[in-house]
C-alpha cells in the first residue's frame, strides 16, 4: 500500500507543479473575451447591414418593381429630368443610391461605392423581370412553378451501411482529434523539461535513492497525464463558452448528438486519457536516454506521435470505415486519433473500442515498465547516451 501512497504522492507533486487554477480561469475568461470580441462583431456588423436604404428611381414604369416590407430598400420615384440632380446628390453622399431603368432586361445603378444590398435589388429585379415574361407568354403560376419545380431524390440509407456524416460532424471529428493531439503537445513539452532538466542537474539521482525508479516515473506520467488531461478539459470548456456566446448573439453553431452523447463522451474521456498516458511513457522514456536536448539527435523522435497521430486522423476523416482505419482504430499508437474519429463519424462495434482499450491498456503496461528500466539505468549515466543496442538488451531484461 505504501507503494501505490508514493505513486500518488509523486503524481500529486507533478501534477500541481505545473497546473495552476488560475491559469485555467484565465483561459477561460480569454475565451469570454474573444467569443464577445468576435460573435459581438459579426452582430453589430449584421446590424449595420440592416440599416434602411432609401433609393430613388427613374423611369419605374418601364418595369414595376415589388419590395417586401421587411426588405431594408426603400424605393422612391423620381422624374426622368431629374437624374444630372441626383447624380450629384449621390456622389456628395446626400442619398444611397439612384436606379435607373433602361429596358426590362437592363438598368444602372449609380453609388459612390460598392453597395451591400446590390444582390438583394438584384434579386428584386430578377423577380419583376420573370413576372413581365410569364405576362408576357400567358402562363400561369401553376404552370411556371410546375415546370421549375426540382427534380425529387430521396436518398436511402441502408442500416448495414453505417450513418452518414455531415460537415458538423466531421468538423466536430476533427476538433476533438485536435484536442487530443494538444494535450500530447502540452505533455511532451512539460515532460521533456522535466526529466532532461533533472538529468542535468543531477537530483534524480537523489530522490531515486529515497524511492524506487518505477515509482518516480510512473508518478511523473501520471501526473503530466493528469495535467494534459486537465488543461483538455479547460480547453473544452472555452470551446463551449465560445458556442454559447455565438447562440447569445442568435449565431448558435451546431453541435452533433454524436459528440453530446454521454456513451461517446465517457469513451472520448477514457481514449483521451489513455491516450496520454500511451505518450507520456514513450516521452518519460525517450528523455531519460538524452543527454543533452539542445545537440541529442533523438529529439526528432518526438514527431512520432505526431506522424501517428495527424495520419491517423486524416485517414479517419477520410474513410472512416475503411479496412486500414479500423486497424488504426484498434493499434495503440493510433487508437486516440483514429477510434476517437470513428466514434464521431461513424458506428463503430462495441468490440472494436473493448479491443482497442484493451491493447491500449496492456501497450500502457508495457511502456511503463520498460519505461521505469530505461529510466533508472539512462538517468545514472551521464556524458554518454545509450546506444540502441543497449536500449533493447534494457527492454529486454525489463
Known sequence: MRRYRIVYEISKWEFFRWFKLKDQIL????????GFLIWGGIALLGQADRDPVTLFV????????TIPETSRLTLQRASADSQHVLREAVARREI??????????????????????QDELAEYLTQARTQSKIQLLEISREELAEAIRPFSVDVVV?????????TAEKIAAGVVIALMLLGVFVSFAYQFVTITGE??????????????PQQWIDGKILGLSA?????????????????????????????????????????????????????NTFFAT??????????????????????ATVGAAVLALKSPDSVLTQVLAIFPATAPAALAGRLVLTDVPLWEVFAAFVLMLGAIWFMRTAA????????????KEPSWRELLRWIREA
Open 227 to 279: 495535467f494534459a488531461f486537465a488543461s483538455t478539459i479547460t480547453y473544452v470548456l472555452s470551446i463551449l463558452v465560445f458556442i454559447g456566446i455565438s447562440g447569445f448573439f442568435g449565431e448558435l453553431m451546431e453541435i452533433p448528438g454524436e459528440v453530446t452523447s454521454l456513451p461517446i463522451v465517457v469513451a472520448l474521456a477514457f481514449l483521451g486519457l489513455t491516450g496520454y498516458l500511451f505518450w
Open 286 to 307: 525517450l528523455a531519460a536516454t538524452i543527454n543533452d536536448p539542445n545537440t541529442s539527435a533523438r529529439g526528432s523522435l518526438v514527431f512520432v506521435p505526431v506522424l
Open 96 to 117: 444611397e443610391g439612384l436606379l435607373i431603368i433602361k429596358s426590362e432586361d437592363a438598368a444602372d445603378l449609380v453609388v459612390h461605392r460598392r453597395p451591400e444590398w
Open 27 to 34: 483561459t477561460l475568461v480569454i475565451s469570454c473575451g474573444i
Open 199 to 212: 538529468k542535468q542537474l543531477r537530483v534524480t539521482e537523489q530522490i531515486i535513492s529515497a524511492v524506487s
Open 58 to 65: 427613374v423611369n419605374d414604369q418601364m418595369l414595376p418593381l
Open 372 to 383: 521505469g528500466k530505461i529510466f533508472h539505468l539512462g538517468m545514472l549515466m551521464y556524458g
Open 158 to 166: 441502408e442500416s448495414m451501411a453505417g450513418k452518414q456524416a455531415g
